[in-house]
């Protein structure tokens, strides 16, 4: 016979109704922003079941406003679906991963570079660097009547902005360990921030 193990929950654990939150979209403006992380994440290509590897670059806004007015310091901005190689194209020019590495360093890659590729310590070593933004509103695939803010450029910083503090930095760091996994939309580079309790 086989016993199983009991857990059970903390009897002073209590589940509560919690309200959405809701923010408002950022302007279709230029932010510069603070580089948080890269993830290498396993996704199917487009219109295939074949898996291929993408970064995914999380960002978090160092100033600027909502359309409301509001400050939009630590606002959480990624870039989603950034192919892992480097190329140029004869109709679109440099990849998004060129745009958003050499955007970070301020400088084009060296040949050196590309010929040697970009490794995890090289990328890695681009995090807690600032960037400027541009961001434009789209509108979701799966609902009208979402919208959400979209990076479409990567662009060097011209000065460099108050960094986050440690207090920013722990309180991003929670609210993103408690965020669902939640997939993400292609056209969807704002974290939305009524995902993340607070």
Do not use: W
């Amino acid at each position: 016979m086989c016993h199983k193990a009991k857990t059970m929950l903390n009897e002073n654990f209590k589940s509560e109704k919690v309200e959405t939150k809701s923010y408002p979209l950022l302007k279709n403006d230029v932010y510069q922003a603070q580089l948080l992380d890269i993830k290498a994440v396993e996704n199917k290509k487009y219109k295939s079941n074949e898996v291929e590897t993408v970064f995914t670059f999380e960002f978090a806004v160092l100033n600027g406003k909502d359309v409301d007015g509001n400050e939009a310091r630590t606002r959480l901005l990624a870039k989603n679906f950034v192919p892992t190689y480097l190329y140029i194209s004869a109709k679109n020019g440099k990849n998004t991963l060129y745009k958003i590495v050499e955007a970070l360093l301020g400088r084009e890659i060296t040949q050196e570079e590309e010929a040697g590729g970009l490794t995890g310590a090289f990328l890695n070593a681009l995090i807690g660097e600032q960037v400027r933004l541009l961001l434009e509103k789209g509108q979701s695939k799966k609902d009208a009547n979402k919208f959400y803010s979209n990076i479409t450029n990567f662009l060097p910083i011209e000065t460099n902005c108050e960094p986050l503090t440690i207090d920013e930095m722990a309180k991003i760091n929670e609210a993103k360990s408690k965020q669902k996994n939640t997939p993400k939309e292609d056209n969807q580079d704002e974290i939305r921030m009524e995902d993340i309790p607070f």
